[in-house]
Every structure is written in structure tokens, then in C-alpha cells.
């Protein structure tokens, strides 16, 4: 059954701090990776999104990376900010208009 | 605008009423997507447009569930005789034409607020 596992379900941390994000993902066939922000509220907008051949992708504070041999990404947050407290989906592509979406991690900055 | 704009942004209504949720797609993209988010559940898939047509239908809960698409643009989402468990917020995406690798990127609406009582 394809799956898009995340962790942690939920995660605090203090302004200023990094950050990372985990996704475990059992997809077949596997077309790309995705990462999305989505804030309270609005809908989902992506951040990044990486193909079976790409290891890493920034999108400025966000870095991505793909591991496609255990099926693992992570999204580190460096230098977090207030407006960064969101929940952080993980997407990934089995083809052409199929996405399964993982539960997202829960993301709250703290001051 | 120049994003996805979906109506209304809240709706509440009453068990057993039909509702109408519509989309306004990114002028130019041929490729619209539904989804459901319930609390604490990933996004789940109900119907993908490739302009008119629906070349895929399988996420559609019940046959209570249809949509529609016109003009290669604007989409309706119609909910008959709701229940409770159709409450969610609906989320509306498009694209331009997916290529085989799925590599286009979705852009997403804010959603409609759906509760039924």
C-alpha cells in the first residue's frame, strides 16, 4: 500500500533555532517529492520539489533532501522565525496526477 | 486574482441539505484537482480533471459526491443529501498539464470550511 509516513506528528521549538522534518514514504512507482507549507487556515504551498535523481534542493531557510535508496526525506529549517509556525506536508508522486500526502508535522516557534 | 480561488469560504448547513462548492482554477491550467483534509488526516484525494473530462473518479466517497468542469475552467463540487462525516474542508489545486513524471507543481486554494449539523 502506497504510505507517506511523518514525523514527529507535532514539534515546539524557540525563534532562532534549526530544525528537522522527517518523511518515510513506501511509493511505487516514485515520480517526485514534494514539501509543502501549509499555515492555519490557507492551503497548502510548496516549498519544494525533488525528482528521483536529485539528493538536495533550497528553497532560502528550507533545505530538502531526498535519499531514494531508503525511501527518506527530511526538511531542515535553519534559523527558524515566528511566521515559520505552520504544518509541513510531505507529498509524494506515484505519476502524472497521483500524489499521495503524508499528515504533515505540526510546527509551532516560539519567542 | 492570480491564485486559486475557491467559494465560499466557510459553509455551514443542515444534515440532508446539498451543497455546491466551486473552483476557480489558475487561468491557463488545464489540470484541476479536489482533495478532503479532515482533522488530523493527510489530504485525501476525491477527483482529478484533465480539462472537461475526469479521467479519474475513484476518490469520490459516495455517489452523492459529483463534480463538474466547464469551459476548461471554473469546478463545482456537489455534496447531495450531506452527512456529518462530510464535514472537512475541501481543498481545490491546479496545474498545467501534468507530465509523466508528475513534476508540475500544484497550486492550491485556501479551501471551503465545510460543517454539517
Known amino acids: 500500500k502506497n504510505q507517506v509516513e511523518q514525523s514527529p506528528q507535532s514539534l515546539i521549538i524557540l525563534e532562532g533555532k534549526n530544525c528537522t522534518l522527517q518523511?518515510?514514504?513506501?511509493?511505487?512507482?516514485?515520480?517526485?517529492l514534494r514539501w509543502y507549507k501549509q499555515d492555519t487556515g490557507r492551503g497548502p504551498v510548496s516549498l519544494t520539489i525533488?525528482?528521483?535523481?536529485?539528493n538536495t534542493k533550497s528553497n532560502g531557510r528550507y533545505t530538502a533532501t531526498l535519499d531514494a535508496d531508503t525511501k527518506q526525506s527530511s526538511l531542515h529549517i535553519t534559523a527558524s522565525q515566528l511566521s515559520d509556525s505552520a504544518s509541513y506536508i510531505c507529498v509524494v508522486s506515484s505519476g502524472t496526477y497521483k500524489y499521495i500526502f503524508g499528515t504533515g508535522t505540526r510546527l509551532k516557534v516560539l519567542a | 486574482g492570480a491564485g486559486v480561488s475557491q467559494s465560499p469560504s466557510n459553509k455551514v448547513t443542515e444534515k440532508g441539505k446539498d451543497v455546491e462548492l466551486r473552483c476557480d482554477p489558475i487561468s491557463g491550467h488545464t489540470a484541476l484537482y479536489w482533495y478532503r483534509q479532515s482533522l488530523g488526516q493527510g489530504l485525501e484525494f476525491l477527483i482529478y480533471f484533465q480539462g472537461n473530462s475526469a479521467p479519474d473518479k475513484s476518490g469520490l466517497p459516495s455517489d452523492r459526491f459529483s463534480a463538474e468542469r466547464t469551459g476548461g475552467s471554473v469546478s463545482t463540487l456537489t455534496i447531495q443529501r450531506t452527512q456529518q462525516e462530510d464535514s472537512a474542508v475541501y481543498l481545490c489545486a491546479s496545474s498545467l498539464a501534468p507530465d509523466l513524471q508528475g513534476s508540475k507543481p500544484q497550486h492550491f486554494g485556501d479551501g471551503t470550511r465545510l460543517s454539517i449539523l
Open positions: 525533488m525528482t528521483f535523481s536529485e
Open positions: 518523511c518515510n514514504y513506501t511509493v511505487s512507482p516514485f515520480s517526485n
